[in-house]
């Protein structure tokens, strides 16, 4: 026993040090990355607390009210156009139990006229835009302003498209961020991914507040999906680098009342 601990903790003892030394100085192994870009505004299906869901109105919306990043899921139809929708069945937007891949652009069915917020259970939104919008028109229509997508089908090709694209962390990707973190092994491993996007914890379970700040100078972090002031608030006090919320209106007199303060 005593010649296992005289071999194996020297060197346990080093990996330890090494590890959290490159842990705060990553860049001592790693290329540093070039952000494309920081954005503190993000609003979650374009604001879909103050208009309908992933519609036009939604992000025009969303932009006017100072938005920094559009937040969008995207699907194909049968006759191959990517539109914007959250689900691929329709069944909870529109009332009709069909998928977006089995319809052509030109039978999608409209939106209910009222749509549950799926953050904000009780709370409801509606519009006067109720078309389901093609992705090509929304980069069309706000060509300067980031947009964070969700791709459901051939999500790996898009990177083989263009290397040079931001991506996020996908579920399996981040649950093995984690792995790698409570190993140690964290520092040692390339990171591709340029953002990591996180529900608020206190969303999830509202008995839960962490009362460290865990994410400051980690990544760039976007916290989801916070529709209350004070959810926006503790996602700011984490360290988050960005809000995502399905209000933009609340999120901008925040940061107006916060930016004044300061």
């Not at 962390?169 to 990171?191: D, N």
């Amino acid at each position: 026993m005593s010649m296992f601990l005289f071999l194996v903790l020297p060197p346990l003892g080093l990996y330890v040090l090494i590890s959290q030394y490159l842990l705060k100085n990553p860049h001592r192994l790693h290329r540093r990355k070039k952000t494309a870009f920081y954005c503190t505004h993000i609003s979650h299906r374009g604001g879909s607390g103050e208009r309908l869901e992933s519609t036009m109105e939604a992000f025009t919306h969303a932009v006017e009210e100072g938005t920094e990043m559009l937040e969008m899921d995207c699907h194909l139809t049968q006759d191959g156009h990517v539109v914007v929708s959250h689900d691929e069945n329709l069944l909870r937007q529109t009332g009709r139990d069909v998928t977006i891949s089995s319809l052509n652009l030109e039978d999608l069915p409209l939106y209910e006229e009222t749509l549950e917020v799926t953050f904000y259970a009780g709370h409801y939104s509606t519009g006067t835009d109720r078309k389901i919008a093609l992705l090509e028109d929304v980069f069309r229509k706000f060509p300067q302003i980031p947009i964070s997508i969700e791709i459901k089908e051939n999500n790996r090709q898009l990177m083989q498209e263009n290397s040079a694209m931001p991506y996020s962390f996908s579920m399996q990707r981040g649950l093995l961020l984690l792995l790698l973190f409570y190993t140690g092994l964290l520092p040692f491993v390339p990171l591709g991914e340029s953002l990591l996007q996180f529900y608020l914890p206190r969303i999830i379970n509202r008995t839960y507040i962490p009362k460290e700040n865990l994410l400051k100078k980690r990544l760039v972090v976007h916290l989801f999906v916070c529709n209350r002031e004070e959810d926006i608030q503790a996602a700011f006090e984490l360290g988050a680098t960005g809000v995502m919320t399905d209000y933009p209106a609340l999120l901008s007199n925040y940061m107006r009342a916060y930016r004044r303060q300061d």
